[in-house]
């Protein structure tokens, strides 16, 4: 299972993935849908999935590709994606309460937009 699963579960809803040239992450263009970043297209990136889904991944890391990104005010970490990338600490703390799928993981991630 783990990242190759995650791979897999992200293709099934449509996303183009590449992989970093480090670290094992993953990351994909993302259009963000809600918030104050609504419209804004990021690379959104994911580590640590080698226990997935027993774990959901760590993360996101953001890298802005629209102008005008609006960043969050707390959480932000130097990200291990290299430059211009940033990581939040947003961990999805009610995963074990879901179905543990890419899909359940990419709404925590919509909730987490919406709160910057």
Known sequence: MGREEFKKQLAALGFQIQE?????????????EVGRNAGRK???????LNDFPMNAPHGPHFKSIDS???NPNTGIHKSKFG???IHWSRPFKE???T???????MSHIKNVLISI
């Not at 990021?42 to 640590?48: I, R």
């Not at 179905?99 to 993981?105: A, C, D, I, L, P």
Request: hydrophobic residues 35%.
């Open 99 to 105: 179905n543990k799928t890419v899909k359940e993981y």
């Open 83 to 85: 430059t211009n990338w």
């Open 68 to 70: 005008g990104w609006i």
């Open 20 to 32: 970093t040239a480090h670290n094992n992450g993953l990351y994909f263009e993302y259009v963000v």
């Open 42 to 48: 990021v690379y959104l990136g994911f580590e640590n």
């Open 95 to 97: 995963w074990n309460k």
